[in-house]
């Protein structure tokens, strides 16, 4: 299982290189899906990617750039690769440097390993259940076997070595009142509240890592948009839970929108 994992980070991170030649050029061919989300060429070279290389690991791939995989199919897999070869392609579009390619391992509903790759920040987010999360910002170790990578990689999560505040973090394009309402009922020990925005996944890492202290998302995700850094979290010590019913969220329903959650 070892090398299935090295064989995601470095698919995670080759596609990152791809996603910055486009990022670094002009012409971005933009399109439109179904939903009117938007899709790029660095959406589709990053799928083509990341597709070819879990390949090889014998494990069934679902992905946004491919994800007409019917239900009846795919819920005879225990387990799957779930990827979002792009994260965040409207930050992308802004240029703002918040978008993350994602990749997880999910067996049985639940994320066993998740890679978060934000090629701009050049940080690098591992989750694997029962070893631990970590970060790595050294570019000479990305391709280094896994061991090696996690021994010079941050262990997280970090202390907060400030603790005047309550940190929320909350998505930079989907903030709605419902969200608002909900941020003003949380309790927050007493702490002044600080509200930090941001795009992709990168606000479950920011959990993960120690950098806020709860992530609530009430508003439409997709289960390629969470999986890999859940893994993460889960593997801080922390984890992803359904509003509805307090429950861990789980992955490969018929379904595949996610119910609205709170990373904490």
């Known amino acids: 299982m070892k090398n299935n994992y090295a064989h ?16 670094g050029g002009e012409d971005f061919g933009i399109e439109s899906k179904a939903d009117d ?8 070279r990053a799928h083509e990617i990341i597709a070819d290389a879990l390949m090889k690991t014998g494990i069934p ?8 995989i019917p239900y009846a199919e795919r819920k005879m897999w225990t387990k799957f690769w779930l990827v ?6 409207k930050e992308f ?13 999910v067996e049985e509903g639940k994320p066993l390993f998740g890679v978060v790759f934000a090629p701009v920040l050049n940080n690098l987010y591992v989750g694997i ?19 090696y990578l996690l021994q010079f990689s941050e262990k997280l999560p970090r202390e907060n070595e400030d603790n005047r505040f309550f940190r929320v973090v909350a998505s930079r394009s989907h903030y709605n009142e419902e969200t608002e309402a909900f941020v003003n009922a949380l309790d927050k020990g007493g702490k002044e509240l600080s509200l930090v925005n941001k795009g992709s996944s990168l606000k479950l890492c920011m959990v993960a890592s120690g950098d806020a202290e709860v992530y609530p998302r009430l508003g439409p995700t997709m289960e390629w948009d969470t999986a890999a850094a859940h893994a993460v979290v889960k593997a801080a010590g ?11 969220m789980e992955y490969n329903k ?9 990373v904490r």
């Open 37 to 44: 989300s938007p899709l790029t060429i660095a959406d589709r």
């Open 61 to 68: 791939v679902l992905s946004e750039e491919g994800k007409s």
């Open 84 to 89: 979002d070869p792009l994260d965040g392609t």
């Open 93 to 105: 579009i802004k240029r703002n440097g918040e978008f993350t390619v994602n990749i997880a391992l």
């Open 238 to 248: 922390k984890n992803v839970f359904r509003v509805d019913t307090g429950e861990e």
């Open 254 to 262: 018929e379904n595949l929108l996610n119910p609205y959650f709170v």
């Open 8 to 23: 995601a980070i470095q698919a995670a991170v080759k596609a990152g290189k791809a996603i910055m030649e486009v990022y």
């Open 129 to 147: 259940s029962g070893r631990g999360a970590y970060l790595c910002s050294k570019e000479k170790n990305f391709n280094q076997p896994l061991d």
